[in-house]
T-cell receptor, first 115, second 110 residues
Framework: EAEVAQSPRYKITEKSQAVAFWCDPI?????LYWYRQILGQGPELLVQ????????DSQLPKDRFSAERLKGVDSTLKIQPAELGDSAMYLC?????????????FGPGTRLTVT | SQQGEEDPQALSIQEGENATMNCSYK?????LQWYRQNSGRGLVHLIL?????REKHSGRLRVTLDTSKKSSSLLITASRAADTASYFC??????????FGSGTRLQVQP
């Protein structure tokens, strides 16, 4: 069964350092999402791509976060510089077309700890 | 900000019992989805109910939706230890991607 791949699974970094996460969605899925999940809370959307275009990055802290999906397939989320408050689980998800009622498939996530 | 709020925040039951979780939301929706998350893992889609539906079943899962009260419930019948997880409702308002609630942590004791 096709799955969303994410790496690394765990990342420990010091504050002010740069960190990057990678996501490979299910083949053929046009829509890709990055979520941040703080312990004990639900996921919150950071950025949504339709193919290679950003369709929603209203909740992305653009002073330190950036995301790209250059060829409309895999995606990278970067944080520079990392802050203590960035410690969280970063989840990638994909869906076929992003239409209403579209089921999202999630990857296993990257657990980030900023020290 | 989170659209949905689950109730209770935590639930502990014995194997074989039924588990009921509730979700309330604030704005009109196109559909509502339920997801499960095992500890430290990604989310798995369980069931989707559209705004014009009132009840939906999938195996041991039963979901209801009351749009007049802006609420939904997830019932897991004959629970198993493997059902231990966090359960999230997520609303699709048509404006942007899904908005998740804060989750219910279910513990099923063997």
């Amino acid at each position: 069964e096709a799955e969303v791949a994410q790496s690394p699974r765990y990342k420990i970094t010091e504050k002010s350092q740069a960190v990057a996460f990678w996501c490979d969605p299910i083949s053929g899925h046009a829509t890709l999402y990055w979520y941040r999940q703080i312990l004990g809370q639900g996921p919150e959307l950071l950025v949504q791509f339709q193919d290679e275009s950003v369709v929603d990055d209203s909740q992305l802290p653009k002073d330190r976060f950036s995301a790209e999906r250059l060829k409309g397939v895999d995606s990278t989320l970067k944080i520079q510089p990392a802050e203590l408050g960035d410690s969280a689980m970063y989840l990638c998800a994909s869906s076929l077309a992003g239409d209403r009622g579209d089921e999202q498939y999630f990857g296993p996530g990257t657990r980030l700890t900023v020290t | 900000s989170q659209q949905g709020e689950e109730d209770p925040q935590a639930l502990s039951i014995q194997e074989g019992e039924n588990a009921t979780m509730n979700c309330s939301y604030k704005t009109s929706i196109n559909n509502l989805q339920w997801y499960r998350q095992n500890s430290g893992r990604g989310l798995v889609h369980l069931i989707l109910i559209r705004s014009n539906e009132r009840e939906k079943h999938s195996g041991r899962l039963r979901v209801t939706l009351d749009t007049s009260k802006k609420s939904s419930s997830l019932l897991i019948t004959a629970s198993r230890a493997a059902d231990t997880a966090s359960y999230f409702c997520a609303t699709d308002t048509g404006r942007r991607a899904l908005t998740f609630g804060s989750g219910t942590r279910l513990q099923v004791q063997p």
